[in-house]
């Protein structure tokens, strides 16, 4: 079932929201390689954007365009025309939205908002079988769920409890697409996934930082007692099950998709320094670097994802294991070392803490 897929012969031009980021650009790649799919890659080109990892393709088509703007977003969806959307494009680092909640409001609720008028209106003028093919695929986060205790799973019959700005502004956007099926008809799917992790990720998020602090010698940050615990998801897996859930998905539904890879931050922090002493030794163990910092406010303590619906369902099953993605994710870093640098200067990020009230 994996390797391969095939959309319905009417499923010939694609739009991307969010493509030139790190789970859009996996997927933005993913299509160009393995359909005949016109791919439009809309993107306003934020801070964490980069599309050095798509590069120049003649079925690869950049519209950058601000979802916030209704006007431009309306105008977008009339230029690619799609038979297929996938909705990435959001707001997405827990601690910026803890020190900036706005733009995270506008972005993933107003912008979706936005989307979905357009993608709607769009959607009711398709002619026959275009018009039967539609869809529209909505990626969210399991933080939407809140916090679980030391037992349990994340499903798709869980209540919402979004604790942060960021989870909260996700958790309205997936209720916004659900009302747009119930109330119009609108054919959409929904996927909630745990933690990615693995190449192309913008050096602000926990891999990275590690990575990138345990090269250069300097302190690597450990939130709290380190215990928080995490599902994590290989990029390319989480990209087998975007796929799978277009071409298969039941329309009005979602599904959960988590990488049977549940770690503490405090492993996986010390997971990358052994692999670190292994690949690059130093004089010192690099789990010595690591420094105990002030935990994040409201930092839920434990994700974790009950993936069977999409396996039993549709076959999915994720292809990595947490051991084979980190030290896939690690060398990949090593190796391009002058990308990391050059997005993080052109962001103007500099691996300082965010999020701090």
């Known amino acids: 079932m994996q390797e391969g897929f095939v959309f319905s012969p009417v499923i010939n031009r694609i739009l991307v929201t969010g493509g030139a980021g790190f789970i859009g650009g996996a997927l933005v790649r993913r299509l160009l390689r393995e359909t005949d799919a016109m791919v439009f890659n809309l993107d306003k080109l934020g801070y964490a954007s980069d599309l050095s ?16 703007n209704a006007e431009a977003t309306a105008a977008a969806i009339q230029q690619a025309d799609p038979d297929l959307v996938f909705h990435l494009a959001a707001e ?15 972005s ?44 349990g799973r994340f499903s798709e019959t869980t209540p919402y409890d979004p604790r942060s700005p960021y989870s909260a502004s996700k958790a309205a956007s997936d209720h916004l697409v659900r009302a747009w099926h119930h109330t119009y008809g609108m054919p959409v799917v929904l996927t909630n996934c745990s933690n990615n992790y693995g190449p192309w990720q913008f050096p602000e998020k926990l891999i990275p930082v590690v990575i990138l602090k345990a090269v250069a010698g300097e302190s690597i940050p450990l939130y709290g007692d380190g215990q928080n615990v995490r599902d994590w998801l290989f990029v390319e897996d989480h990209v087998d099950a975007l796929l799978l859930v277009a071409q298969k998905g039941q329309i ?27 690949y690059r030794p130093s004089d010192a163990p690099y789990f010595a670097l690591v420094t105990p910092v002030g935990d994040r406010p409201g930092h839920d303590r434990r994700y974790a994802i009950d993936s069977s619906r999409i396996s039993s369902d549709l076959g999915w099953q994720p292809k990595h294991s947490f051991a084979n993605g980190i030290a896939a994710t690690l060398r990949w870093y090593l190796d391009n070392l002058a990308w990391c640098d050059r997005v993080c200067k052109q962001a103007g990020y500099f691996g300082n803490r965010l999020g701090a009230i």
């Open 53 to 68: 990892s798509i590069g120049e393709h003649p079925r690869h088509q950049l519209l950058k365009v601000d979802l916030v």
């Open 108 to 151: 993933n609720v107003q912008g979706t908002f936005n989307l979905l008028q357009a993608a709607r209106n769009h959607w009711e003028q398709l002619p026959g079988e275009r018009k039967q093919q539609f869809r529209f695929q909505h990626i969210s986060t399991d933080e939407v769920f809140g916090s679980l205790g030391p037992t």
């Open 92 to 106: 997405s680092h827990v601690d910026r939205s803890i020190s900036g909640p706005g733009a995270f409001i506008e």
């Open 252 to 278: 009005g539904e979602s599904y959960c998709v988590g990488g049977f890879g549940e770690r503490s931050n405090k492993e996986v922090v010390l997971e990358i320094c052994n692999l670190l002493d292994q």
